[in-house]
Structure formats: C-alpha cells, structure tokens
C-alpha cells in the first residue's frame, strides 16, 4: 500500500510559476513511477507529467512540454512538479499517482494504482 499526499496548491496570476509536491509513504514507495493527472470543472481528467522511478525518464503531455518539469527526490519520497507559465486553463485539481508498468502506459490511468486526494490550482487571467 502506498500512501501519496499532494501538497497545498494556490491561487495565481497568469504568468506565475507554482511547484506542487506530491509525498509518498509506504513499502517501497520509491519504486513507484509518479504520474500528475489533471481534471478542470466538466473536464475528464488528463495526464499531465510523469517520472519513471528506474532511469528517471519523464514524460510529458503537449500541452506543458516547455512549462512544466516533473522531477523526484527519492531520498525524500517526493516528486515535484515545477510549472512555470501558467494559463488559466491549467486551473485544475492536480493529482499524483503511482504505479508500475511498461514505460508506454506512462501517460495512462491504468498505469497507476494509488492516488492522492488532489490540490487545486487556480490561475486567474
């Protein structure tokens, strides 16, 4: 079992930067690839960044590839996520995941068997 808790999001302006962290505990936490997933208000939720926990090889969706960095501290069991250059559609709760699989299924829900509760992101035009 793997327990994962999302730090406090925020409100921001368009144009700031913000850095979640997502924080896991439990047996072998650090052996989880980390995945962000997103879901705005009458959206389905979408994958947003992804770390594998062997290579350390990220993955990122079109849509924050250039604004967004996804990097993991195992010696903290945390992944960050760095976003630089918010819009307002990046407004969102954010959710961390963790699951094994192959690296192709990185950016899919299916890859991932535990989940945080979410942080919400607000960002304001």
């Known amino acids: 079992q793997v327990q994962l808790v999302e730090s406090e999001g925020g409100l921001v302006q368009a144009g700031d930067s913000l850095k979640l962290s997502c924080t896991a505990s439990g047996r072998t936490s650090t052996t989880y690839d980390i995945g962000w997933f997103r879901q705005a208000p009458g959206k389905e939720r979408e994958f947003v960044a992804a770390i594998r926990w062997t290579g350390g090889n990220t993955y990122y969706a079109d849509s924050v590839k250039g604004r967004f960095t996804i990097s993991r501290d195992n010696t903290k069991s945390t992944v960050y996520l760095q976003m630089n250059s918010l819009k307002p559609e990046d407004a969102a709760i954010y959710y961390c995941?963790?699951?094994?699989?192959?690296?192709?299924?990185?950016?899919?829900?299916?890859?991932?068997?535990?989940w945080g509760q979410g942080t919400q992101v607000t960002v304001s035009s």
């Open positions: 995941a963790a699951g094994r699989g192959n690296p192709w299924s990185s950016s899919y829900e299916y890859h991932y068997h535990y």
